[in-house]
């Protein structure tokens, strides 16, 4: 029997007239040559199997767009790229959001914590409620006066994660303050 | 990778036999045939223009006609290849309307410079752009929806191409019945209106061509 890898264009065509177990084989070699693909441009191993899953569904979906009669990897790889890219264009778009709420947090929050209404240690009793590193990130940012960088630089974290952190935080204590 | 392997077994479990989409040529050889008859009805409805057969002997006209025709067959050409994933693995298809569309600008300006003295410029105007827009409903109506049973991975290309393609039935059928002499209300109100059609077709290729 053909190795499943070996004629991709042969199985596709068994595929396309019902043959399931070529299909099978079509598939798995599919996702064995299109996983370093996503890995080399997705650090998450769970969003990597995730969208290979979804590129999978896609190849399922259009396998009536590819004929058996030209190469089948350019044809699988134009679909792996177009759904990497739109699941590249939602995630950097939900970190724009975030990056817009959180100067919006910062806007309204960091008055008062620095003037003199809120100040870090009138609330440190709920500070210390939330989660460690959350606790942590704020005590270094407010209390100590380090910058979103300096924080991730001492604490082995990423700037955005920090900035991040720092976010989740400010909206837990907004909900604390305004009850 | 037991998801991988689950998701393989239910897509296996799902597949029955499928028939392959056309080749690009043979699907734009039934647009352009389709076109074709559609322009042919259009004008035995509205008249050809009585001076056709005069216009014909002009070299100028029958190079905007030739250049326009060439629009019309690149962009249907385009589109049925951007109607694949892969573009069918024949970009330079794909790519062909922007060589149409330049030799149309060049043909379009020796015209205007042929052109003298200019004709006087006829009463109308927007009524132009308005007939050959609902002109091309139709066949832009029915070139999205075929090419919605693909899956394009070029959609906004895609609908820019397929709307510019209807855009050019409507303005072949214009050019073919109105009586008028004037290149540059043609250009006015013919073919700049070409640039907003390809706006708006690159907007309605996103919105009509997801998968």
């Known amino acids: ?179 | 990778m037991n998801d991988i392997e689950h998701l393989v077994e239910d897509l296996v479990r799902d597949a029955a036999p499928v028939k392959p989409a056309p080749h690009p040529f043979r699907l734009s050889l039934v647009w352009l045939a389709c076109s074709a008859a559609y322009i042919v009805v259009s004008l035995a409805i509205s008249g050809l223009r009585p001076d056709l057969m005069h216009k014909f002997h002009q070299f100028w006209f029958d190079a905007e006609l030739a250049a326009l025709l060439l629009i019309f067959v690149t962009t249907t050409l385009s589109a049925a290849a951007l109607s694949f994933p892969d573009l069918h693995q024949m970009r330079r298809l794909a790519l062909a309307p922007a060589i149409a569309f330049a030799l149309f600008v060049v043909v379009i300006f020796l015209s205007w410079r042929a052109n003298q003295p200019p004709p006087p410029l006829p009463v109308h105007s927007f009524e132009c752009t308005i007939s050959i827009t609902l002109s091309s409903i139709l066949p832009a109506v029915w070139t999205f929806y075929t090419m919605r049973r693909y899956a394009s991975t070029h959609q906004r290309w895609a609908g820019m191409t397929a709307l510019l393609s209807a855009f050019s039935v409507g303005a072949l059928w214009l050019r073919l019945y109105e009586l008028n002499d004037s290149i540059v209300h043609v250009i006015e109100w013919h073919y700049l209106p070409m640039l907003g059609i390809g706006l708006v077709g690159w907007w309605l290729g996103k919105a009509l061509l997801k998968w």
């Open chain 1, 1 to 179: 029997m053909t190795e499943p890898t070996d004629n991709l264009e042969a199985l596709m065509r068994q595929a396309l007239a019902g043959d399931k177990r070529a299909y099978a084989d079509l598939l798995r070699a599919t996702s064995h040559f299109l996983r370093p693909y996503l890995a080399k441009r997705i650090n998450s191993a769970s969003e990597v199997d995730d969208l290979l899953q979804e590129i999978l569904i896609s190849i399922h979906k259009a396998r009536h767009t590819y004929d058996g009669m030209r190469p089948y990897k350019p044809w699988a790889y134009a679909i792996a790229k177009f759904r990497l890219q739109d699941h590249l264009r939602s995630h950097y778009a939900d970190h724009l959001q975030q990056a817009v709420e959180l100067s919006e947090v910062e806007e309204t929050l960091s008055e008062p914590v620095t003037e003199s209404e809120i100040s870090y240690e009138s609330i440190s009793g709920e500070i210390q409620k939330l989660p460690p590193k959350q606790a942590a990130i704020l005590e270094l940012m407010h209390r100590e006066g380090y910058t979103a960088k300096e924080v991730a630089e001492k604490i082995g974290m990423k700037e955005s994660a920090v900035k991040v952190a720092a976010h989740r935080a400010y909206k837990l204590l907004r909900k604390v303050l305004e009850r």
